[in-house]
């Protein structure tokens, strides 16, 4: 391919860039953000800063299309989906614009379905021009998927960085910001005692006190199956004894204000979340 200068709207709506695409798929400017061609500190001057209120996260997603795991991943598994979550927490930082460039040692990283606020260019994701505005205070996120590479044998390294900028038009002012995240390789495998494809929650929505949860168990197993906030928090452990080999229908009654709520299953080492909408 021919190289070629392309005018990135994500990126001006901070400061003036241009990005230079080369055969290799490789980006080469300062305000890319991409390893080995300089952070965006190249333009916008300072050296990169470290924050508490930076966060890059990911979450596994158990099922093709499915609801994520509820708790970070410190680790991947060959082949499996997750969701990355990348940002500044609220009332933090107190600037107006924000932009981003996100990549990854391996595996392929891609824009969510639907999702403007993101763009992927090259092998990285970066922010467009509708997704660098916040109110002072209110902190911003963004999201991508990752898909993890066929052979877990390696780490698996992300680099965020992001500009918190003063929207004054020019790059004086900008703060950039590292964030870095390391998946190790997980075990070769978790267990499967549930049949992850039987799993299901009804009805859902939720409109009485009560719902279902079915599922199919490969051995006699204990098993555990809590709901939690959309928040994170446990609400209570709805159920914990051991179930025998076939297949599970269990009746869980509930007292809840309308939401969205996730139903926790565990089975040894497995862990699958469904997300259920109480009306």
């Keep these: 391919m021919k190289k070629q200068l392309l005018a990135l709207t994500a990126l001006a709506a901070i400061g003036t860039s241009i990005q230079l695409s080369t055969p290799d798929g490789a980006l080469y400017s300062n305000t890319s953000g991409a390893p080995g061609s300089g952070s965006c500190t190249g333009c916008h001057g300072g ?19 499915g609801t994520p795991e509820l708790v970070p991943s410190t680790s991947y ?17 107190n600037n107006t614009k924000f932009g981003f460039a996100l990549s990854a040692t391996s595996g392929s990283l891609t824009t969510m379905a639907g999702e403007t606020s993101t763009q992927k260019v ?29 052979t877990a044998s390696n780490n698996a390294n992300f680099q965020l960085y992001l500009n918190a900028a003063d929207n004054n038009g020019s790059s004086s002012g900008d703060v950039i910001y590292s964030k870095t995240l390391t998946l190790t390789p997980g075990a ?3 267990k499967t005692i549930i049949n992850e494809q039987t799993v299901t929650a009804y009805p859902n929505p939720v409109t009485e006190n009560q719902f279902a949860v079915n599922f199919e168990l490969n051995q006699t197993q204990l098993v555990t199956i809590s709901l939690f906030g959309v928040d994170g928090r446990l609400i209570e452990t709805k159920v914990k004894k051991e179930m025998a080999k076939g297949s599970q229908t269990i009746n869980i009654p509930v007292d809840l204000n309308p939401g969205i709520y996730f139903v926790k299953i565990e089975a040894g080492d497995q862990i699958i979340n469904k997300r259920i909408l109480v009306k």
């Design 77 to 93: 598994q060959a082949g499996a989906t997750y969701l990355i979550v990348a940002g500044v927490e609220e009332e933090t930082l």
């Design 188 to 190: 070769t495998g978790v």
């Design 122 to 150: 090259g092998t990285y994701i970066t922010h467009t021009s509708s997704g660098t505005l916040t109110t002072a205070g209110d902190g911003i996120e963004w999201v991508a998927m990752w898909t993890a590479p066929s």
């Design 47 to 65: 050296t990169n800063q470290s924050s508490d209120d930076i966060f890059l996260e990911a979450y596994r997603i158990p099922v093709p299309g």
